[in-house]
């Protein structure tokens, strides 16, 4: 879903910068051939100091799940509604070199049936958090003109989540749990990014390695309370971290312009 979407965005982007570039006059109308590349040929300088980056990605899932094990449950009959958003923005503080902050928010929904213990239960959950990642970027091109590119992104991250999950059991058995999640993460992201269309570009970054804290606090039916901490180092190629996003250079253009 998030690809499809990326693509769908990416797209709509393309058939912009298209509209826009027919109502110059003749002279200046650029062929097809001189927008995907010669527009890249002549002091495109994405990664120039001072330039500000605008980053964006999303990913959209909403789907039904049935006959489905889980590591302590087997999911009989639900829906799932969930969504993530990432606004990032960063300033060139030398040349390839950008600080910058990744904002997050998500939310996951859960509602159906489960089994638990040879229990059937009629589940409702709901997540809602955010992060905030401080990060620098160093880049290095791949090509000459610049527009494919190799990143390095080392982050430091601060979560906080609330999840709140409301079991029945046999019709008149209620189970009601509040939990609150906090996270700090130090990670290592590598990544591509490819210009698309002038100034925007598609960017895939993965976690590669990173130390993560995680304390969870938990309430259930307003009396039982416990609280657990978990630690994890992590050096391998996780897929589920994987990031397609779009992103915005200001400033690329410039030196063009001043001629």
Known sequence: MKIILTVIISLGLLYTNAALSQKKSKEDTYTPYELLSGYYNEDFQPFKKRNIYIGFAMSLEDKKVENTDEIIQKILN?????????????????????????????????????????????????????????????????????????????????????????????????????????????????????????????????????????????TINDTEKSRETRNNIDFEINILSLQLGLAYYIGAEKSKKRK
């Open 78 to 218: 639900g829906e799932r509604a969930n969504f993530d958003l990432h606004l990032k923005g960063g300033y060139f503080i030398g040349n390839y070199a950008m600080a910058g902050l990744n904002i997050n928010y998500h939310q996951n929904k859960f509602t159906g049936d489960i089994l638990r213990d040879s229990d059937t239960i009629n589940s409702h959950s709901i997540t809602r958090g955010f992060a905030l990642t401080p990060f620098i970027r160093s880049a290095v091109p791949l090509t000459s003109n610049e527009r494919l590119s190799f990143f390095t992104e080392f982050g430091i991250t601060f979560g906080r989540s609330n999840t709140l999950t409301r079991d029945i059991q046999n019709m008149d058995e209620i189970t009601k749990k509040y939990e609150t999640d906090y996270k700090f993460r130090i990670g290592l992201s590598p990544g591509v990014t490819f210009f698309a269309m002038e100034n925007f570009a598609l960017e895939v970054g993965i976690d590669v390695l990173g130390y993560e804290l995680n304390t969870a606090q938990t």
